[in-house]
C-alpha cells in the first residue's frame, strides 16, 4: 500500500470515529466543539431521555421518598438552586455547597465543585449515595423502581428483555442530562447574525474579553478549569479539591462555573453566599485582582452583556418540565 493511500485510510477512519463521537441526532449547536461526552457507550436515544427525565423528577430516588433531583435542580433556575444558599437533602439536611446549574453538560471534563467526578453516567452516585443529600444506595434504588409497575413498562419497553439496573438508570439520567443545552440566548443570536447589540452590551463585552474571557470562555463561557477562591467566611467548612485529594496544592481549588443564565441561578459561588449579581462582580474583583477595579459604570455594562447570556428559551422549555402525565399514572 502506497503512503498516499494510507494517510487516505487513515484521514477516513479519522472521519469515520468522528462521526461515531457525535451522533447526527444529537442536537449540538453549530460551531461547537466536539462533546467531550462517549456516545459511543450510551448513544442519544430519545426514549431515553424521556425515561431520564422521570428518574430525575422522582423522590424515589432518596432514601426516604422525599427528595428528588429537580429538588435542588429546578427547571425554572436553569437547573440550579435559588431557594437556600446551600442545598438541602432528607431530613433538611444541610449541604455545605449550593447545587450547580446543569446544562451543556455533555461538553464538561469534570463535574461537582471540586471537580471530583470525571464521567456524567458516575456523576448522580454522588448526591444519591450523599448523607446531606438523597442518602441512598444503588441496590435500593433497583428494588425501589422494581415495585413500581409503570417503570417496569416503561423500561421493558426501551430496554427489552433487560433487568432493570443501577447501571441502565445512570445512564437513563446522564440522558436527560445530555438533552439540557442551552445555546439560545441572545449573545447566540448575535453570533448568528440574527440579533446586535445594543451600545451598553457591547461595552460590556469589551470589559469582558478584557477581564473575565480568560477563564469563562465562549462558548460554555467556563474554561472547566479548578481555580483558587478561598471565601473567607466559608474556609473552615470547604477546602475545595483539597477534600478529594488531601494534596495540598489543590486547597481552595474549585470548578470555573459556566456564566449563562446568570439571571436565573442565583446565589453565587460554590456556598451561594452572594444573592446579588453587581455584588458578586465586585466580590469576584477584589479576590483576584489589586491591580485594577472595575469602576460601577463599567459593572453596569458587564452585566448588560452578561444578561445577553441568559436563555429563557431552554429555561421554560416544556420539555424539560415535570412530566405530569407519568406521575399521574400509577
Known sequence: MSHRSIIILLFLLFLLMGFEWLPTDYPAPKGWPIPTYSFQTNPYDTAQVRLGKYLFYDPVLSKDSTISCASCHSSYNAFAHTDHPTSHGIDDRKGKRNAPALFNLAWNKSFMWDGAIHHLDFQAIAPITGKTEMDNNLENIVLKIKRQKRYVLAFQEIFPNQEITANLI?????????????????????????????????????????????????????????????????????????????????????????????????????????????????????????????????????????????????????????????????
Open 170 to 330: 445512570l445512564r437513563c439520567l446522564s440522558q436527560f442530562q445530555l438533552s439540557l443545552i442551552s445555546a439560545q440566548s441572545k449573545y447566540d443570536l448575535v453570533q448568528d447574525g440574527v440579533e446586535f447589540f445594543s451600545i451598553q452590551e457591547w461595552n460590556g463585552q469589551r470589559l469582558y474579553t478584557a477581564h473575565c474571557g480568560n477563564c469563562h470562555t465562549a462558548p460554555l463561557f467556563t474554561n472547566q478549569e479548578l481555580m483558587y477562591y478561598k471565601i473567607p467566611s466559608n474556609a473552615q467548612i470547604d477546602s475545595g479539591r483539597y477534600s478529594i485529594t488531601k494534596v495540598a496544592a489543590d486547597t481552595f481549588l474549585f470548578k470555573v462555573p459556566s456564566l449563562r443564565n446568570l439571571s436565573f441561578t442565583y446565589p453565587y459561588f460554590h456556598d451561594g453566599h452572594q444573592p446579588q449579581l453587581r455584588a458578586a462582580i465586585r466580590e469576584h474583583g477584589s479576590m483576584i485582582s489589586d491591580q485594577y477595579q472595575l469602576t460601577e459604570d463599567e459593572i453596569s455594562a458587564l452585566i448588560s452583556f452578561l444578561k445577553t447570556l441568559d436563555d429563557p428559551t431552554f429555561v421554560f422549555d416544556p420539555q424539560h418540565q415535570f412530566p405530569k402525565a407519568f406521575f399521574r399514572n400509577k
